[in-house]
């Protein structure tokens, strides 16, 4: 069973950078979609950026420019550079792998912007 896992959450100044990695461990099925989610306090879980089956790019209107999504996709491994991060960019980010038709999701690491 696969099982993806994020690291490299934490607090940082409005203004500030993180980045962010995902590692989905290695299994027999080919992984057709990766990114990240995210779900603000109080509020629905909501794409953030992802490399979608096909493999173009997907990313949120209010991340565009700030946030970048790369992959190492020999190694299953997406990563998420957050650039100009604002407090509202707060919340619990998620990784999800498509496997074989089927989401799976890490969970979760918690960025927290101060204002």
């Known amino acids: 069973q696969v099982q993806v896992v994020e690291s490299g959450g934490g607090l940082v100044q409005d203004g500030g950078s993180l980045r962010l990695s995902c590692s989905a461990s290695?299994?027999?099925?080919?992984?057709?979609?990766m990114g990240w989610y995210r779900q603000p306090p109080g509020k629905e879980r909501e794409l953030v950026a992802r490399?979608?089956?096909?493999?173009?790019?997907e990313y949120a209107d209010s991340v565009k420019g700030r946030f970048t999504v790369s992959r190492d996709s020999r190694k299953n491994v997406v990563f998420l550079q957050m650039n100009s991060l604002k407090p509202e960019d707060t919340g619990v980010y998620y990784c999800?792998?498509?496997?074989?038709?089927?989401?799976?999701w890490g969970k979760g690491t918690l960025v927290t912007v101060s204002s």
């Open positions: 999800a792998a498509r496997v074989g038709g089927v989401a799976v």
């Open positions: 290695r299994n027999t099925f080919t992984i057709t979609a």
């Open positions: 490399f979608a089956p096909g493999g173009q790019l």
